[in-house]
């Protein structure tokens, strides 16, 4: 990108009126006690803390006013929430289905490295408020500003170009980067360190003539830079960093430039876990501390399941330091062919102590049935690894880094968790891993045939092939005895365990034709020994041919 083409998309950091900092500061220091930051000279107040280790930290209460960009207040607090706190997100108006889908998913990777849950509801009380508009302008207020009484019912972040054709690299960076206002983070080329030599001219020229942004504005929401004096401390700047804005050549005088950032860098990653720590991680955790267990839609009798949705709260055997991880698969699928096959599943939050898992299908598709299997694993073990990949035509295959390196090859298994395919189209679909390192692997998405995948999310776990108490694998329809419409087969354990496992099964292939139903159904029956795991993949009623594979994890009990 040059200079001279037209800018991409930008955030314009949404700031309080300075009227409201005193209420600013209420609310953040009632929400979180370390959120006090001091200013140089000025006696200390009656809270301590420390300001954040990274220029992402907290800026000031109020916007540098645009006729003295240099006027501060004198104590200044953090804008942190509470660590462990689960916030509670609310679409207020706009967005189709779909867009609404992307921004849940690109938020709730900022969970997997903070201390921190979203919980998205229809009604009631919110942390944070959203609309969607057709006006070409996102923004955020920042961290807890949000709870400041003049806000409460109104939106605290919009998005201002998504719709259904929106690339993903597109949904990926200015959700993750609004959703990194919401937590208290500032634009990267803000912090102390930045020092970016700025082209001012030319920066102002351009911003006008392709955001209609005044010269104020940008002098604010680009030129303004914090100083240590404001409370926000910093190492070296990141231009790798999700809260930057791409730099093209030309708009420094030093020929410095900065990219399109679409994924958090090591440093956001580690600077959000600093900002919103968990219990110490253990080196390894023992398999069986791992929990499983399954759930579908014939299971949910409550007055609020539908056909489109069920919900369940699960229970867990214990209640564990800080939330743990769970990752759902599908493991049975009973839709008819007149319409699209559409079914996704989702784990909407996660406390100490349960989770709540919700599976559901949308529009016009004809669900007779689905349901899920889900593993759960302690935040805190190094040794398991987990994250979603969003696949569609345009983008089958992703490389995936993992957070920790392992000291050898991994074992990695991919599986299905939600699915779009056009009705029009044989149902043939297959995920697996490729390619696997110490560091990353390749997450692959194939279809065949005239198959059509509109969607589909594919999660993945990653763990050591020596971990004990753990063995996983893969098992598909036609590999051993088959009956008509049901298929079965052995899995032989080797002396792993003593007596039956705990296990996990999810759909890693499904090939159904578009003239009959879909409709398979995954279950395994444990050797009370721990010897062996006896599994079936079957299905029923007037299907011809199928076929399916399976990921699959068994778990010392």
């Known amino acids: 990108m040059s200079s001279d083409e037209k800018l991409p998309h930008f955030c314009s950091q949404r700031y309080l009126p300075a009227d409201l900092a005193s209420e600013a500061i209420r609310v953040a220091l009632e929400e979180n006690s370390d959120n006090f930051n001091l200013y140089p000279g000025l006696s200390l107040p009656p809270a301590g803390g420390s300001p954040p280790a990274r220029g992402m930290g907290p800026p000031i209460l109020v916007a540098p006013s645009e006729e003295a960009i240099g006027s501060r207040l004198g104590l200044f607090t953090g804008k942190r929430w509470k660590p462990g706190k689960t916030l509670r997100v609310r679409f207020l108006s706009g967005g189709t289905h779909h867009v609404r889908e992307r921004v849940k998913h690109y938020a709730n990777i900022w969970s997997n490295y903070a201390n921190i849950g979203f919980q998205f509801v229809q009604s009631g009380d919110s942390d944070i408020r959203i609309v969607f508009l057709s006006n070409s302008t996102s923004w955020s207020y920042i961290g807890t500003d949000a709870l400041t009484p003049a806000l409460k019912g109104k939106a605290t972040m919009q998005y201002g170009w998504f719709n259904d054709q929106t690339p993903e690299d597109e949904f990926s960076k200015t959700v993750l980067h609004e959703f990194g206002h919401a937590l208290g983070c500032v634009h990267e080329h803000s912090q102390p360190n930045s020092n970016i030599q700025w082209n001012k001219p030319l920066v102002i020229a351009s911003y006008y003539r392709d955001q209609g942004w005044s010269p104020e504005q940008v002098e604010r929401d680009v030129f303004h830079r914090y100083s240590r004096a404001d409370g926000v401390t910093a190492t070296g700047f990141d231009a790798t960093s999700i809260m930057e804005y791409p730099i093209p050549p030309g708009f420094t005088t030093n020929g410095f430039t900065a990219g399109q950032n679409t994924h958090l860098s090591t440093h956001d990653i ?221 899995v032989v354990f080797n002396g792993s365990f003593t007596k039956a496992p705990k296990i996990f099964l999810a759909l890693s292939m499904v090939d159904t034709e578009m003239s009959t139903q879909t409709r398979i159904r995954l279950s395994a029956n444990s050797d009370p020994s721990g010897k062996q795991m006896e599994w079936h993949i079957d299905s029923w009623g007037s299907i011809s041919s199928y076929s399916a594979e399976a990921a699959f994890i068994a778990i010392d009990g």
């Open 270 to 490: 580690a600077f959000i876990e600093k900002m919103y720590p968990r219990v110490s991680r253990t080196s390894a955790a023992p398999a069986s501390d791992l929990e499983t267990g399954v759930f579908n839609t014939l299971s949910d009798t409550s007055p609020s399941a539908t056909s489109r949705g069920c919900r369940t709260i699960v229970n867990f055997s214990k209640s564990y330091p800080s939330p743990p991880k769970l990752i759902v698969g599908l493991n049975f699928l009973d839709f008819g062919n007149s319409r699209k096959l559409r079914v996704q599943s989702r784990v909407e939050i996660v406390r100490l102590r349960q989770a709540r898992l919700k599976i559901q299908s949308w529009a016009d598709t004809t669900q007779h049935a689905s349901g899920i299997a889900w593993l759960l694993f302690p935040s805190e073990d190094r040794d398991l690894q987990s994250g979603t990949f969003i696949a569609n035509a345009g983008h089958t295959r992703e490389t995936v880094v993992f957070d920790h390196e392992y000291p050898s090859l991994p074992k990695v298994l991919v599986f299905f968790s939600s699915l779009d395919i056009d009705q029009s189209t044989n149902c043939r679909v297959r995920t697996y891993a490729s390619e696997v390192t110490t560091s990353s692997f390749k997450l692959n998405v194939e279809t065949w045939s005239n198959a059509r995948l509109l969607e589909g999310e594919v999660s993945w776990i990653a763990l050591p092939a020596d971990k004990k108490g753990i063995t996983t694998g893969t098992f598909s329809a036609g590999e051993e005895d088959t009956t008509g419409l049901s298929n079965q087969g052995k």
